[in-house]
Each structure stands twice: as C-alpha cells, then as structure tokens.
C-alpha cells in the first residue's frame, strides 16, 4: 500500500484554498478550479533538457515549493495525492491523446490522468492536459455533454473503451482515448521517459504553456502568446524578444523561471538572429 506523504497544509496555501476539505463533490471542484489556476501547466525541463522526476516528493518540491508547474505526470500525481489525502478513492490512468492529431492516428499511450470515487459517483479528474484541461471533474458513465467553466466535454463508452471530447464551435473534437487499465509506477515511468528525453517528443522540441483564469485560457507555444475569453474570439500575441518571453512566463503563467546560461540559450533559440532589431 503507498503512503500517502503530501503536505496538504502547504499544498491548500499554494492552491489560496481556505476551509478545511472533505471527501465531497464541492471540495473537489473547488480545488481543481484553484489548482488549475495556481499551478500552470508547464514544460521548461524537457525543454531545457533537465530530467522531470515524477516522485512525490520531488513533484511537491518542484510544484508546491519551488513556484514552478509541470507537465500531465508531475500535476496529476500530485493530485492524486491530494485526493488520497482528503479521503477519495483514486486510481491512475493512461490515454492516447488525440488531440489535434490526423483522424485514424493511432498513438501509444502517453498522457497520465485520473479516475475518482466521489459522493457514490465515478469522475474523470484530470489537471494536467494543457489548454484543454477539464477544470472541473466529469462523470465518468455519463455520455451527455458536461460543461465546465472553460469548455464542454463528454465521455463516450463503447464497451470499455473511453472517449473525451471537447466541443469548439458546433463540433465535436477528439482530446484522448483510455480504458480502465491501472497504471503503475513504472509504466509511469517508461511513459514520462519518452515525454521528456525522446528527440521527437513535442515536449523536448517545443516550449508550451497554460493556466486558466476566471475570464478564459492563456496558452504558450514558442513564441506565440495566445487567450482564449470564455465568450468571443481568441487573440494571438507573437512575442517579440526573450525578455518578452520570460516576462511572460513570470507575469501571466507564473512560473518561477529557473535562471543560467543554459536556460538563456534555450530561450534565445526560439528568436532566430535574423529576425532580431537592431
């Protein structure tokens, strides 16, 4: 049986949730919320080339101690041990991310999210998918759309075999496939490896960003800044400079940037010379 080690106190200051939690439906929406938008999604390790370790303890130091936000297997497993904490049953799943990918594309499982028991009902909670992060949890047998604060979703089941969608405009996208397969550490494991070393993993080639807010999204990829309102369209900002970008980062995602020269080279890479002011 693992033991659960977290520092709930320190976790619930990070997050600004106040009140003592419950195992209840409320608590967890309410923390997902805060969570969501307290601890940005975030991958400057695999960017930088630094190893992501995915322990509990180094999640919480890098997540709740260190001013920093992760990727799906750091803000995921310390979730789930936030919920072990407050007394939810929790299990940790695996999905083929979909998103944005050709239809017919069949990818390995690669994306950590988690299945909740909450007041009777099962949930899928799930605080790590960058710009789609539900951030709120979703009936898991329950194929009718579910809004959230940030989007719509549903959950699709053809005999096991789980599919969430999320509604853009009047359509009905793929975001990732799942079943109900527990995962253990060292899948965890060999899946976080390939996400953060592999030469072709997006996470090792490109940097990206995202935290919710009460009004909408902000997500980063490279240099490109955009906000998605909950109502009206998106604006698109072409960051100009690295020191634009790394206002960015602190300011609008607030991530505590680790600081050296090999930090500083990454960045400047996304600004090519030819496109720099004299």
């Not at 959950?155 to 109900?180: A, C, H, Q």
């Not at 527990?182 to 490896?193: E, I, P």
């Not at 953060?196 to 996470?203: A, I, M």
């Not at 020191?243 to 991530?255: A, G, H, N, P, S």
Request: glycine share 8%; net charge neutral; charged share 20%.
């Amino acid at each position: 049986m693992n033991t659960v080690t977290i520092d709930l106190d320190a976790y619930l200051q990070r997050v600004g949730y106040s009140g003592t939690p419950a195992a209840d439906l409320h608590t967890v929406k309410t923390i997902i919320k805060l969570h969501t938008r307290f601890i940005p999604f975030e991958n400057l390790n695999p960017f930088l080339g630094w190893p992501v370790d995915i322990d509990l303890a180094s999640v919480e130091r890098k997540l709740v101690r260190e001013g920093r936000g992760g990727y799906c297997y750091e803000q995921n497993a310390l979730f789930r041990a936030v919920l072990q904490a407050i007394g939810i049953p929790v299990t940790g799943l695996a999905a083929r991310v979909l998103w944005q990918m050709p239809a017919g594309h069949q990818p390995a499982q690669s994306h950590m999210m988690l299945c909740a028991e909450i007041d009777g009902t099962v949930y899928l909670v799930d605080v790590g998918f960058g710009g789609q992060t539900p951030t709120a949890p979703l009936r898991l047998e329950d194929s009718a759309a579910q809004s959230t604060a940030h989007g719509v979703y549903r959950i699709r089941n053809n005999e096991g075999d789980y599919l969430l969608e999320t509604k853009i405009s009047t359509n009905w996208l793929p975001v990732y496939s799942f079943n109900m397969k527990k995962q253990s550490a060292g899948d965890y494991k060999v899946f976080n490896w390939y996400c953060s070393t592999h030469p072709e993993s997006r996470f090792v080639n490109e940097l990206v960003a995202a935290r919710a807010f009460s009004g909408g999204r902000h997500t980063l990829l490279g240099r490109e800044l955009t906000y998605y309102p909950l109502t009206g369209p998106k604006t698109v900002v072409r960051l100009a400079s690295p020191q634009d970008l790394c206002r960015t980062l602190t300011d609008v995602f607030d991530i505590q940037i680790p600081t050296g020269p090999d930090v500083d080279l990454a960045i400047a890479r996304l600004f090519p010379v030819a496109e720099s002011r004299v």
